[in-house]
């Protein structure tokens, strides 16, 4: 009788132990669970703010901040929502991200700002807004040495070369097939935004 008592009580105590391990295991893959969906939600929200920042959609971009997006993420080529912005000149977004925390000198991969994304284009009032907001106007690129002004320069933006130079942008900078701002002006028939850039 003792044995058999004792063999009852192995299995009750073993069939708890079991139920205990299939209760902790489910609450473990329900806790990987969770945590997998709450990430796929991050992720999704800060891929909408970045195709917002790019489409210049300043509702969804507010939408996707007020559910937790990353002001500072980046899309598979390194470019942030700022950048993104400040390339199609979308100066309400852009001023948006900045009021949330957004790095107006945070690089991409080939080590460019949001400054030179704004500056290829005719954006003189988005440029004037990340100078404002502590742009460093004189960066150079990674990939042949270029900056803000150059960019500025081959597009003929003389707006934007204007206010680059009137805000310490350094003509004088060379690529790596030294060559200046100036030169990029004249290479793309640029005349009027060579003679601004000569003339300052």
């Not at 079991?18 to 902790?24: G, M, T």
């Not at 597009?155 to 030294?178: C, F, Q, T």
Request: charged share 20%; aromatic share 6%; hydrophobic share 40%.
């Amino acid at each position: 009788m003792k044995f058999l008592s004792l063999i009852i009580t192995i299995v009750m105590f073993t069939s708890c132990q079991s139920s205990s391990n299939k209760s902790q295991e489910n609450n473990e893959t329900d806790s990987k669970t969770q945590v997998a969906t709450q990430n796929k939600q991050e992720k999704n929200w800060n891929e909408e703010l970045t195709q917002a920042a790019l489409g210049g959609d300043i509702n969804t971009v507010k939408e996707a901040l007020k559910h937790g997006a990353i002001v500072n993420t980046v899309n598979e080529n390194d470019n942030s929502a700022l950048m993104l912005a400040a390339y199609n000149g979308h100066t309400k977004v852009v001023q948006l991200l900045i009021d949330n925390g957004a790095t107006v000198n945070n690089k991409d991969k080939n080590n460019r700002t949001a400054l030179m994304f704004a500056s290829s284009g005719p954006f003189a009032e988005t440029v004037s807004l990340l100078l404002e907001n502590g742009a460093t106007v004189n960066e150079v690129d990674n990939v042949e040495g270029f900056t803000a002004l150059m960019f500025a320069a081959s597009e003929g933006n003389s707006n934007v070369v204007r206010v680059l130079l009137k805000n310490g942008a350094d003509k004088s900078i060379l690529d790596a097939d030294n060559e200046s701002a100036y030169d990029f002006a004249i290479a793309n028939q640029h005349p009027e935004t060579a003679k601004i850039i000569k003339d300052f």
